[in-house]
């Protein structure tokens, strides 16, 4: 069964904090994707990574593919990061997303 | 280039009512695809397909017909309307391959009354 569970569900940082958030799965993929929704509804495409790390910015991405676990980290988080943050992967012609992490940043 | 365009942005339907939402995109993306997102659920696949004249249901299809007769367009129909489709509908698009990133519209926040 596919399934992709993302902690915690609700954030709250204050402005400067180091942010993490998980994402777990539950069957062998080759890559996966981190997306964030604004809070106006739109959604990007942040990373697309299949081993190790990735960093743009202040946003690193980690995955360990045998244990099936990837990390989006945001240092020195600004209130301008505040979305839902979403980790998906694809297989079959699909794509199978997480429920999202609501990251707000205060001032 | 545009990317993916979604329209409308906002629709309300009666109940029974049916209505086609637009996806077009100008990246010449084999893949395009069809989501509805609920409150406290993820994205959701209704319909996708991998090129012109392919189509193939998702997890939440019923309702909801599409078709692709070109590369560019693959609208969502809805075909009678109903109170449990009220939701937010995205369109995207991606080239073929593991690889390659999803590309979204804009987003139709739709109500059915």
């Known amino acids: 069964k596919n399934e992709v569970e993302q902690s915690p569900q609700n954030l709250t940082a204050q402005e400067g904090e180091f942010i993490t958030i998980n994402c777990s799965y539950s069957?062998?993929?080759?890559?996966l994707h981190w997306l964030q929704q604004h809070p106006g509804g739109g959604i990007v495409s942040l990373f697309m990574l299949s081993s190790g790390k990735k960093k743009h910015g202040r946003l690193i991405a980690t995955i360990n593919i045998q244990e099936k676990h990837s990390s989006l980290h945001i240092t020195a988080s600004h209130p301008r990061d505040s979305a839902v943050y979403i980790c998906?992967?694809?297989?079959?012609?699909?794509?199978?997303f997480g429920t999202g992490t609501s990251l707000t940043v205060i001032p | 280039n545009a990317g993916v365009t979604q329209t409308p942005k906002f629709q309300v339907l009666k109940t029974g009512q049916s209505m086609t939402l637009q996806c077009a995109q100008d990246?010449?993306?084999?893949?395009m695809s069809w989501y509805r997102q609920d409150p406290g659920m993820g994205l959701r696949l209704i319909h996708y397909?991998?090129?012109?004249?392919?189509?193939d249901q998702g997890e939440v299809p019923n309702g909801y017909n599409v078709s692709r007769s070109t590369t560019e367009d693959f609208p969502l129909r809805l075909l009678s309307a109903a109170p449990s489709q009220t939701s937010v509908y995205f369109c995207a698009s991606r080239r073929r391959g593991a690889g390659e990133k999803l590309f979204f519209g804009s987003g139709t926040q739709l109500s059915v009354l």
């Open positions: 990246m010449n993306h084999e893949y």
């Open positions: 397909s991998v090129g012109a004249g392919i189509t």
């Open positions: 069957v062998g993929i080759s890559a």
């Open positions: 998906a992967y694809f297989t079959g012609n699909q794509f199978y």
